[in-house]
């Protein structure tokens, strides 16, 4: 039950209401929103509530949810219940695109996952669509709503001759009016005119008898006269009874299209009313992610559990004021704490902190989010009263007071444990003692029948009882004693301070007058708002120092987080670069002790003759400089073994080994074509075929590669020769290369691709051409705008092995297919 009948208008949701029209895309939905009632049944508003708040996700993250065409149809669908009858053509236009919407819907949650969108789901269950009635529309209407020429051989025909004797009739009639101009009846300049769907000339009034016909009309001046020629009135006559013939084609069409339909209507009907809902789910969820409104936590018990909630008006209008921004509020109303009694000054924020209570879980219950924050929790109430305003009325009889008097009365003849009160300036309105002590006997006679309330007051009495009973507790409208201005705050526990003789004092009132009002006023009570205000200034004191020491706290754990974090990375790097060193001493070591036994192998072979111990102990000398370019100074195993080897080769031949100048151990001399080098990166060997600036193309094993010049060093014939033996046995033994020659495929096709994927695509197939050796390729771009095909012109372009790229020729595919040709 809501108590008085203007509540909505009282809370401000009637403004609610229009935005929430306002976002309806269908007179369905609007509908809806004007049908919007308070809802007591835990299930319908978890329900509705839940709807909402999925369709807000929805709108947050979806972008393709169908938007256009919710016509409202029933009732035209109501209309072609009785046989005969039929609907108009743009209405059947309206029935298509309707039901092609409800089908969209439907499949947009069809394509989603089934825990996605619950109840959503739920509401399209029942929904049946039936596209044999889009199908019947569409053998009848064009794209633009018409009816198609070829809806029956019939109304081909009749179309097929009105539009020749149309024809007919526009040749008969430029004719005539080239004699008439020949003549010089008319003007040479005039042209053939219509005057009522009829073709007429413009004559002038005096020869107006030289040409037979019809007048049909004249100018304003009455000089000029349009006639229909003789000889045209017969044609023009057969074209209108063509066109009514025509139209009762049409209307047998439409009859037919009724008739056909007509066992589907019920179900018609309920596809047109679920798009109303959907449509008004849709207007509330927008009105939410406007007002950042969240769904809480709804239990089936009375009571409310609130953080940071906002005035919806108010967040509506200061959002559109730069600078201004809604206090939120928290708040709290239980089994234990019922009532809040909230006390503070004038202008300070308490009717808001009422009004933002009722008007929060009237839309909570009417089915909508509301702007609160996580946390928040809300019961179910089964009545809402309030009693805020002046409502007295002289046609009544009625003062102030006495209407205050009459909404206690209907408060106490019906309010429950289930029903929530909200009363403004409660006890106001008539001599303060007396009507202070009506409202304490009120207050007290709710609270003792577990009534839930919000309530405003500024009187002494009533903050004493509610401190004293169980059941209510005090609230404060929080207030800046230097600034002399409210906080909108609301403060649960202690009662607030009016602030009256601060205020007066503010504003200028004589301090004599202040001085007698005080007087006036007493001591006790001068003191007892003293005491109120300290109480404020000091709990404010101690609430802001707690806040400073929850900062800093904070604060702390953040820095402690990040230094463990911090410590917790250096020592996974730590170990990182141990295991690491470990890795490389082992290839380092590896790699020395096959350097070494292959030195040793090689001077046995050659029987230590002089080039060819020269040529290796060149190569060790070489190797020892990069290990020492790659090992830390302390000296290592690998670098012990080499010196080991040095004394090695010493005593094998020592006069066949003559002492070399520091600066010939390495060949430093410029590289040319045909100079064996080996990559210093991958240590493979080759030839090279042709340098080309700072790179130069290597051949290996008939495989070239682009190699830059700084990353080559040269090496003699013979270890050239090893080298491309080992490297073309490990080739011929290579069973993934043999794999990729195997399944390589000269074309590919990127039609449809992403640009970025697409290149990457394209790399990946350069790629692989360049490791089999195929000179040919092919790539399926296609056509349409010409993008795909510009990004994937603009990276050949940058690769040095593509020799040239071209159209394909027109019979085989044109500009849809580049030809690449490889310089391998």
């Known amino acids: 039950m809501i108590y008085p009948d203007n509540f909505e208008e009282k809370i401000g949701f009637d403004r609610i209401r229009s935005l929430v029209a306002a976002n309806c895309l269908s007179p369905m939905g609007i509908e809806r929103t004007e049908g919007i009632s308070f809802m007591t049944d835990l299930e319908a508003v978890e329900k509705s509530v839940w709807s909402t708040h999925e369709f807000q996700e929805l709108l947050r993250f979806e972008d393709n949810f169908p938007a256009e065409h919710y016509y409202q149809i029933s009732n035209c669908l109501e209309k072609i219940r009785i046989p005969g009858s039929f609907p108009e053509v743009r209405e059947v236009f309206d029935i298509k695109r309707s039901l092609e919407t409800v089908k969209s819907i439907i499949g947009f949650f069809k394509k989603k996952d089934e825990n996605k969108y619950p109840v959503l789901r739920q509401i399209c269950g029942n929904v049946r669509i039936y596209p044999y009635v889009i199908d019947a529309a569409d053998r009848i209407l064009d794209r633009t709503g018409d009816i198609r020429d070829n809806a029956s051989q019939k109304l081909r025909d009749i179309r097929s001759e009105i539009a020749s004797k149309t024809v007919l009739a526009s040749k008969r009639l430029n004719a005539i009016l080239k004699e008439a101009q020949a003549q010089g009846i008319v003007d040479a300049e005039t042209p053939a005119s219509v005057r009522y769907g009829r073709g007429v000339i413009p004559v002038n009034a005096f020869d107006k008898r030289k040409i037979r016909g019809l007048i049909h009309d004249q100018s304003a001046s009455g000089k000029t006269v349009f006639i229909e020629p003789e000889e045209i009135v017969a044609i023009n006559n057969e074209i209108i009874e063509l066109e009514y013939e025509e139209r009762r084609e049409i209307v047998r069409i439409l009859t037919a299209f009724a008739d056909d339909i007509r066992p589907y209507l019920d179900d018609l009907l309920l596809s047109n009313d ?8 849709r207007a509330k969820a927008l009105l939410g992610n406007h007002l950042g409104s969240t769904r809480p936590a709804i239990t089936g018990k009375p009571g409310i559990i609130w953080r940071k909630a906002l005035h919806p008006l108010l967040a509506i209008a200061f959002g559109k004021t730069p600078g201004r921004k809604v206090i939120p509020l928290d708040i709290e109303l239980n089994e234990h704490d019922r009532m809040i009694l909230i006390s503070g000054p004038n202008a300070g924020g308490k009717s808001v902190c009422l009004k933002t209570v009722g008007l929060l879980q009237y839309m909570l219950q009417c089915g909508f989010t509301i702007p609160a924050g996580e946390g928040s929790e809300s019961g179910i109430f089964s009545d809402i009263f309030i009693d805020i305003g002046d409502e007295q009325s002289i046609e009544n009889d009625l003062s102030t007071y006495s209407s205050h008097l009459l909404n206690m009365k209907y408060f106490l003849r019906h309010a429950t444990s289930e029903t929530l009160v909200l009363i403004d300036e409660f006890g106001t309105g008539t001599e303060p003692m007396l009507g202070g002590a009506i409202a304490e006997a009120i207050l007290g006679e709710l609270n003792g029948r577990k009534v839930y309330g919000v309530l405003t007051t500024h009187y002494t009495n009533l ?18 004693n230097h600034l002399m201005q409210p906080l909108f705050q609301l403060s649960i526990g202690k009662p607030g301070s009016s602030f009256a003789f601060e205020i007066a004092r503010k504003i200028g009132m004589p301090e004599d007058i202040l001085s007698n009002a005080s007087e006036k006023a007493g001591v006790r009570n001068i003191n007892y708002d003293r005491h109120l205000k300290d109480i404020a200034r000091d709990k404010r004191y101690w609430e802001n120092k707690r806040m400073s020491i929850r900062q800093h706290e904070k604060r702390l754990e953040e820095l402690i987080a990040d230094y463990e974090k911090e410590i917790s990375g250096a020592r996974d790097l730590r170990k990182e670069i141990i295991s690491k060193a470990k890795e490389e001493a082992k290839s380092l070591l590896a790699q020395s002790n096959r350097m070494i036994e292959n030195t040793i192998r090689q001077i046995r072979e050659s029987q230590a003759e002089k080039e060819r111990t020269k040529d290796i102990r060149l190569q060790l000398e070489e190797f020892k400089i990069v290990v020492n370019d790659q090992t830390p100074p302390p000296a290592t195993e690998g670098e012990e073994k080499i010196e080991k080897l040095n004394r090695k080769v010493s005593r094998i031949k020592p006069r066949a080994i003559p002492a070399e100048p520091a600066g010939e151990i390495k060949d430093l001399s410029p590289l040319r074509e045909g100079d064996a080098v080996r990559m210093t990166e991958t240590m493979a060997s080759g030839e090279i075929i042709r340098i080309e600036g700072s790179v130069a193309r290597v051949e290996s094993n008939s495989v070239r590669f682009v190699v830059p010049l700084d990353r080559l060093e040269k090496i003699s014939r013979a270890e050239l020769a090893k080298s491309l033996r080992s490297a073309k046995t490990f080739t011929e033994t290579d069973s993934s290369i043999r794999e990729r020659k195997l399944d390589f495929k000269p074309e590919i096709d990127i039609r449809g691709v992403r640009g970025e994927e697409a290149v990457n695509q394209v790399r990946i197939f350069i790629d692989d051409a ?20 510009q990004l994937v012109r603009e990276y050949l372009s940058t690769v040095r092995v593509v020799k040239s790229f071209r159209d394909e020729n027109v019979e085989s595919g044109g500009s849809g297919i580049t030809v690449v040709e490889m310089d391998i």
């Open 770 to 789: 360049l490791m089999v050796q195929h000179q040919h390729l092919r790539i399926l771009h296609g056509k349409g705008n010409g993008i795909l095909r």
């Open 463 to 480: 903050k004493h009882f509610a401190s004293l009973t169980e059941g209510i507790t005090n609230g404060a409208m929080l207030f800046d």
């Open 274 to 281: 679920f798009l109303g809902d959907i449509d008004f789910i």
